[in-house]
């Protein structure tokens, strides 16, 4: 990815773009795995499903398209591994922050090779709370509504929000500390599931926007170090309230 330069992008539809480099990534990882992991499917954000079966790689091939095409490094590469609907392993690699990032259920998290662990942050008045990006596309302005209802509440409680444009960026950075929440409020597996498998083995509580324990088949992501779940959770739920458009 550091090797290769966005030359061109192409919209998406509304306000959205994919890159050449998205292409080329997906291609070469859905052939690379194929041949390694024959047996396991393989869904990608650009090019969609191959493969049936228990297992499934997911990979978002540059999560953060914008800010690469904008040559700001906050975006990576995000693979992961469902086993059903349970993510059990994810690397995620943000070649512009020379940080790479890997778990497995059971074997822990770890960036460049040292484990990692969540924050012990147990109060809002001090935490930093990540909320992804804001929406594009169909439905965008149902999505935001939450968005700016939950950042409305927020911005009077935690110490500070944080937007990085990126899922993947947001749910290392809880992992490993930096913030104390990872928030995405409208995704797809391939833009979560590595990053989900990180925050857990870090010890996160990873939920939808339910309450329940995240699935690939949720809608909405909240990675929250636990000391602040059971404060966090209220504001989410009256955000959803008040936006009057549920995700769950």
Same mark, same amino acid.
């Given at each position: 990815?550091?090797?290769?330069?966005?030359?061109?992008?192409?919209?998406?539809?509304?306000?959205?773009?994919?890159?050449?480099?998205?292409?080329?990534?997906?291609?070469?990882?859905?052939?690379?795995?194929?041949?390694?992991?024959?047996?396991? !499917?393989?869904?990608?954000?650009?090019?969609?499903?191959?493969?049936?079966?228990?297992?499934?790689?997911?990979?978002?091939?540059?999560?953060?398209?914008?800010?690469?095409?904008?040559?700001?490094?906050?975006? *990576?590469?995000?693979?992961?591994?469902?086993?059903?609907?349970?993510?059990?392993?994810?690397?995620?690699?943000?070649?512009?922050?020379? /940080?790479?990032?890997?778990? /497995?259920?059971?074997?822990?998290?770890? !960036?460049?090779?040292?484990?990692?662990?969540?924050?012990?942050?147990?109060?809002?008045?001090?935490?930093?709370?990540?909320? *992804?990006?804001? !929406?594009v596309g169909a439905d965008a302005a149902k999505k935001n509504r939450e968005r700016l209802a939950l950042m409305a509440r927020l911005a009077e409680t935690v110490q500070r929000v944080r937007m990085s444009g990126s899922a993947a960026v947001?749910?290392?950075?809880?992992?490993? *500390?930096?913030?104390?929440?990872?928030?995405?409020?409208?995704?797809?597996?391939?833009?979560?599931?590595?990053?989900? /498998?990180?925050?857990?083995?870090?010890?996160?509580?990873?939920?939808?926007?339910?309450? /329940?324990?995240?699935?690939?088949?949720?809608?909405?992501?909240?990675?929250?170090?636990?000391?602040?779940? *059971?404060?966090?959770?209220?504001?989410?739920?009256?955000?959803?309230?008040?936006?009057?458009?549920?995700?769950?």
């Amino acid at each position: 990815m550091r090797r290769r330069t966005p030359v061109t992008s192409i919209s998406k539809g509304d306000r959205d773009l994919v890159s050449e480099v998205d292409y080329a990534i997906e291609r070469d990882l859905r052939s690379f795995l194929h041949d390694a992991t024959p047996d396991i !499917a393989f869904l990608g954000e650009e090019e969609g499903i191959s493969g049936t079966g228990e297992l499934q790689w997911t990979l978002d091939p540059v999560d953060g398209t914008v800010n690469f095409v904008r040559r700001l490094p906050l975006c *990576g590469i995000s693979l992961g591994l469902l086993h059903g609907s349970h993510p059990v392993l994810g690397v995620i690699d943000l070649p512009f922050l020379s /940080a790479r990032y890997w778990a /497995a259920e059971g074997y822990g998290a770890f !960036a460049n090779g040292q484990p990692i662990k969540v924050s012990g942050t147990a109060s809002l008045s001090e935490a930093v709370v990540g909320i *992804g990006d804001f !929406a594009v596309g169909a439905d965008a302005a149902k999505k935001n509504r939450e968005r700016l209802a939950l950042m409305a509440r927020l911005a009077e409680t935690v110490q500070r929000v944080r937007m990085s444009g990126s899922a993947a960026v947001d749910l290392v950075w809880l992992a490993e *500390g930096k913030l104390d929440a990872a928030l995405t409020l409208s995704n797809h597996p391939w833009d979560v599931t590595a990053g989900v /498998a990180i925050a857990r083995e870090a010890g996160a509580m990873v939920l939808d926007s339910s309450g /329940a324990d995240y699935t690939s088949d949720a809608m909405a992501t909240l990675a929250i170090t636990p000391g602040l779940v *059971g404060q966090l959770l209220p504001h989410i739920r009256s955000a959803k309230t008040a936006a009057g458009e549920p995700y769950e």
